[in-house]
């Protein structure tokens, strides 16, 4: 059984800091590309940030420049940094990852997701 298990998440006023954390668990033999995904009530679930394996980094436009994601394969860990948090970033924040369990038997995994607020 694989599982992704996000931590992190919180209240934050308008220019505040927080760091999510996303650990994968279980048995598998690699991970692929990690990321986070955020869903505003009312509205769909969209990018915020992904990482590959060999770490190159893609982002939403929105956040450009506040957020850094970055991974440490070791732990099978992925993190993301939310710096200058603006209320519109407030969302329930999901990890994802595609993990493969043998050569050619990958999937699509989903943390819980954290709650993240940004007061104003």
């Known amino acids: 059984q694989v599982q992704l298990v996000e931590s992190g998440g919180g209240l934050v006023q308008d220019g505040g800091s927080l760091r999510l954390s996303c650990a994968a668990s279980?048995?598998?033999?690699?991970?692929?590309?990690m990321g986070w995904y955020r869903q505003a009530p009312g509205k769909q679930r969209e990018l915020v940030a992904a990482i590959t394996s060999d770490s190159s980094t893609n982002y939403a436009d929105s956040v450009k420049g506040r957020f850094t994601v970055s991974r440490d394969n070791a732990k099978n860990t992925v993190y993301l940094q939310m710096n200058s948090l603006k209320p519109e970033d407030t969302a329930v924040y999901y990890c994802n990852a595609d993990i493969c369990r043998g050569m050619f038997w990958c999937n699509d995994y989903w943390g819980q997701g954290t709650q993240v607020t940004v007061s104003s």
């Open positions: 279980g048995t598998f033999r690699s991970i692929n590309a």
